[in-house]
């Protein structure tokens, strides 16, 4: 396996404040290539501790059985995925736009692109069977765009086991705290899915395992309204 181009660091420093919300937030960002081709990398020190830590706190108490697509315009609560998720709204917290913008950010692509963020929470024996993060084409016409990147940050380390396991690739890996597993799933957008990422979040044989999920577009993202 080779370096994501070379190892790079990055420092920043933001200064967050909004109604109860007030913190500076410093950190540094260091890439790897963990797997080449096709790529994933780890970012290391993606979320400070405390961001972490206050994503889980605004989400533990609004956790709700995860879902997964079905068929061309559905979601459901299924049993390939049994951990339970907290949707946080974009313009909701100003911390966590933040954290959406910095996805963008590492693609160079506008915020409109950013899904709506959602944390997860597994507990001991769930787990989200082999899967892919991109629709399949005939969910095309009603989603309006492709998944085309994925970002996996790690919001706590006191569990057991819970990897992130790609099935064809043989490979699973589970980073610490605050770290971000970064994939491409469609580079390039509609067309170019990459049907070698299949994916499964492995179940914790002990502790919380949390986790926050951030999905890129290949275009404008158009919330779906609520019922």
Same mark, same amino acid.
């Given at each position: 396996?080779?370096?994501?181009?070379?190892?790079?660091?990055?420092?920043?420093?933001?200064?967050?404040?909004?109604?109860?919300? $007030?913190?500076?937030? !410093?950190?540094?960002?260091?890439?790897?290539?963990?797997? #080449?081709?096709?790529?994933?990398?780890?970012? %290391?020190?993606?979320?400070?501790?405390?961001?972490?830590?206050?994503?889980?706190?605004?989400?533990?108490?609004?956790?709700?059985?995860?879902?997964?697509?079905?068929? @061309?315009? %559905? !979601?459901?609560?299924?049993?390939?995925?049994? $951990?339970?998720? $907290?949707?946080?709204?974009?313009?909701?917290?100003?911390?966590?736009?933040?954290?959406?913008?910095?996805?963008?950010?590492? &693609?160079?692509?506008?915020? $409109?692109?950013?899904?709506?963020?959602?944390?997860?929470?597994?507990?001991?024996?769930?787990?989200? @069977? *082999?899967?892919?993060?991109?629709?399949?084409?005939?969910?095309?016409?009603?989603? +309006?765009?492709?998944?085309? /990147?994925?970002?996996?940050?790690? &919001?706590?380390?006191?569990?057991?086991?819970?990897?992130?396991?790609?099935?064809? &690739?043989?490979? %699973?890996?589970?980073?610490?705290?605050?770290?971000?597993?970064?994939?491409?799933?469609?580079?390039?957008?509609?067309?170019? #899915?990459? /049907?070698?990422?299949?994916?499964?979040?492995? *179940? *914790?044989?002990?502790?919380?395992?949390?986790?926050?999920?951030?999905?890129?577009?290949?275009?404008?993202?158009? *919330?779906?309204? +609520?019922?």
């Amino acid at each position: 396996m080779k370096p994501f181009i070379k190892e790079t660091c990055r420092s920043e420093k933001f200064d967050c404040k909004k109604k109860e919300e $007030s913190y500076t937030q !410093v950190f540094e960002e260091s890439y790897t290539q963990v797997f #080449e081709d096709p790529s994933i990398v780890l970012i %290391k020190n993606f979320l400070s501790d405390e961001e972490c830590n206050k994503l889980i706190e605004i989400s533990k108490n609004n956790l709700k059985p995860s879902m997964i697509c079905i068929g @061309k315009d %559905k !979601v459901a609560v299924h049993p390939t995925r049994t $951990s339970k998720t $907290s949707v946080i709204d974009i313009g909701k917290y100003e911390f966590a736009d933040q954290i959406g913008r910095r996805a963008c950010d590492v &693609l160079k692509v506008d915020y $409109s692109y950013l899904e709506t963020i959602q944390v997860v929470c597994y507990e001991i024996g769930q787990l989200f @069977k *082999p899967h892919y993060d991109y629709f399949p084409k005939e969910r095309i016409e009603f989603e +309006k765009s492709q998944r085309t /990147d994925t970002f996996f940050i790690y &919001l706590n380390e006191d569990f057991t086991d819970g990897e992130t396991e790609f099935k064809k &690739l043989d490979f %699973k890996i589970r980073g610490n705290k605050g770290d971000a597993l970064w994939w491409r799933n469609a580079p390039g957008g509609l067309g170019n #899915e990459d /049907d070698r990422l299949l994916h499964a979040g492995l *179940p *914790p044989s002990y502790g919380q395992k949390w986790g926050c999920n951030i999905l890129i577009r290949d275009q404008a993202y158009i *919330p779906k309204k +609520k019922h």
